[in-house]
């Protein structure tokens, strides 16, 4: 019981920084993929802009977007935190 509770914690993490925008300097944006061993969990993506800040949060089964579908980064997250 203790082996099939521990597969759905936390397992692997992946960061990717990245600049989304070109008129802007720096990568201060980022996709964190959060993934329990079964390569499920959610990916955290934080746009930052000269005029705000935003952050958005998609739910990943099976290393896919569950109802929405992942940007770039979000996949290149989560292919970091599955290979580690």
Do not use: C
Not at 20 to 38: K, N, R, V
Not at 44 to 56: E, I, V
Not at 59 to 84: N, P, Q, Y
């Amino acid at each position: 019981q203790v082996q099939e509770e521990g597969k759905r914690h936390i397992a692997k993490i992946g960061v990717v920084r990245f600049n989304p925008f070109a008129d802007t300097g720096g990568s201060q944006s980022f996709t964190l993929a959060i993934l329990d061993s079964e390569q499920s969990g959610i990916v955290m993506t934080s746009l930052f802009a000269r005029h705000g800040h935003r952050w958005y949060i998609k739910e990943v089964s099976k290393s896919k977007g569950k109802d929405f579908e992942l940007s770039k980064e979000e996949e290149r997250a989560i292919k970091i935190a599955t290979h580690i």
